[in-house]
Nanobody, 119 residues
Framework: QVQLQESGPGLVKPSQTLSLTCTVSGGSITTNYYWWSWIRQSPEKGLEWIGYISNSGSTVYRPSLKSRTSISRDTSKNQFTLRLSSVAPEDTAVYYC???????????WGEGTPVTVSS
């Protein structure tokens, strides 16, 4: 059973960098055929895919967020991390990490963690 858990600060000030870590258990983030994604949800935008890091460490980001997004991983801890720079109130959302399968679907999700951007 694969489990994912998001962690990180729930409040970030405008212009700062949002940093969240997803800890994966029950499966390795280096296993072939699975990619590891970040998604966020807000009333204004609904579900919005942010990006992913592959089992080999390559990354792909949503074009509108690419300039501000960095996803990295620590294979020794079986974790991957989202960093979103220069945040603004419109970045307020519930942030999820999830495993992406071969059909682009998310088969395992974390519970989500709310992040508020406010001074």
């Amino acid at each position: 059973q694969v489990q994912l858990q998001e962690s990180g600060p729930g409040l970030v000030k405008p212009s700062q960098t949002l940093s969240l870590t997803c800890t994966v258990s029950g499966g390795s983030i280096t296993t072939n055929y699975y990619w590891w994604s970040w998604i966020r949800q807000s009333p204004e935008k609904g579900l919005e895919w942010i990006g992913y890091i592959s089992n080999s460490g390559s990354t792909v980001y949503r074009p509108s967020l690419k300039s501000r997004t960095s996803i990295s991983r620590d294979t020794s801890k079986n974790q991957f991390t989202l960093r979103l720079s220069s945040v603004a109130p419109e970045d307020t959302a519930v942030y999820y990490c999830a495993r992406m399968g071969g059909s682009w679907g998310m088969d395992y999700w974390g519970e989500g963690t709310p992040v508020t951007v406010s001074s």
